[in-house]
């Protein structure tokens, strides 16, 4: 059974820094691409960040850039966010995914979910 598990979100002011970890089990991890999505409430689920299965290829949505980083650990089967610069529109529950055959930003290219950790960026 294949499980993600999600931790290290919580509360912060603006302008501060969260890390993000996924745990996965129950597959083969290096052979999946991870990605990090985000859902506000009343809002869509949206793309944040993904990772190819060695880590050498990452990709981020424009929102992301220059302020998230994602990395993995093949070694522990986990996945970062690190968060830094983070401000309020940031606030969202922040889900990790694995996709088995090279999914891009769209929710429903991606195989396996965890099951959300809140971030709240306090102003």
């Known amino acids: 059974q294949v499980q993600l598990v999600e931790s290290g979100g919580g509360l912060v002011q603006a302008g501060g820094s969260l890390r993000l970890s996924c745990a996965a089990s129950?597959?083969?991890?290096?052979?999946?691409?991870m990605g990090w999505f985000r859902q506000a409430p009343e809002k869509e689920r949206e793309f944040v960040a993904r990772?190819?299965?060695?880590?050498?290829?990452?990709y981020y949505a424009d929102s992301a850039k220059g302020r998230f980083t994602i990395s993995r650990d093949n070694a522990k089967n986990t996945v970062y966010l690190q968060m830094n610069s983070l401000k309020p529109e940031d606030t969202a529950v922040y889900y990790c995914?694995?996709?088995?055959?090279?999914?891009?930003?769209?929710?429903?290219?991606?195989?396996?979910w965890g099951q959300g950790t809140q971030v709240t960026v306090s102003s």
């Open positions: 129950g597959l083969t991890f290096n052979y999946y691409r």
């Open positions: 995914a694995a996709s088995s055959y090279g999914g891009t930003y769209y929710p429903n290219e991606y195989n396996f």
């Open positions: 990772i190819s299965p060695s880590g050498g290829g990452t």
